[in-house]
């Protein structure tokens, strides 16, 4: 039996399993994010979010391929690449591959030193970039993505505590495609990290279940501890809390999301991605690491 407290419900294995596709049909349906003839890419980290979300899509009749992104974090790396490779073929799913280190010539761990960021953000940069263009090179309609309700509430979080408006205005479980920007969808919002892992277990699918060693300490974890401490007390107040921001809040932001992106966006003269400057934010960082060269690479301990 799964026990789901916010719900106040209890489920044997196969409605456990009816009861997740359909709140997956249901944030596809209620937030439009992509029709039976649209070709989706799943970006597959090799965890229980994106592999249960592209399981989930295949039985839905969806056609979904797979996109899976070398990131070059030594062993975390190779593994999650093993888990994503195992799930593609015991589906007989197409998962394209893009391996940083080989076909870009750095890795995170020097990207983040060359960028002086932290290695999420320069990650982060790295795989909205990647998504993008492999979605626009094999003709997809939409990039799907397995952040769940955790992940879009520690967020939601996080742009509270700082009143990031502009951020505020922005985080949606789709953003349309426009001026050469795929369509991104999240559909596990209406689903949780316990909820995907159990889905994980009863379909019997394998993930890497360690976290990427380079995200420890990040802010975003210290604010899941703090909404898990609430849900505690108050089962379903996670979900309230941003699905009601959704339906309340959100459309408050969105003129001050648009305003602050009215800059103007051009071809960036390397890529042809859009950007705000001449050069886009991914050719700057990959050009900053490449030229600290391998001795630096080393020494920043990527492999
Ligand atoms: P994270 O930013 O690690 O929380 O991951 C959020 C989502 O991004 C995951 O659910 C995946 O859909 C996608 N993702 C993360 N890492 C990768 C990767 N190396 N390759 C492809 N997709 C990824
Ligand atoms: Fe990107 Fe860890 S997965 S820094
Ligand atoms: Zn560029």
Redesign the pocket.
Known sequence: MIELRRHNAAFCGPCFLHYTRQQVRKAIDEFEMFSPGDRVL??????K??LG?WDILLDLGYQAD??????GIGEY?DS??SY?RAFAASRDARLIE?DLPADYGYDIPTGSLAARRAP?SA??LS?RHL?NKAALDGGYDAV?????LD?EAAVLFGNVLRWNTDYLGRQLPVLPGEQGFVRKVKP?VRLDEREMAAYCVVRGIDYIVEE?PM?EGNR?LGYKEALNAVEERSPGAKAAFYSEFLSKASPLFRPLAVASRDGGLQACIRCGSPTTGEVCAFCSLAERAVALGPTRRAAAGGS
């Open positions: 799943v970006a597959v980290s090799g965890g979010d994106s979300l797979g996109l899976y992104l070398g990131l790396s999650s690449g994503a893009i999420c990650c982060g795989k998504f799907a993505t397995g952040h769940n992940d596990l990427c995200a975003h």
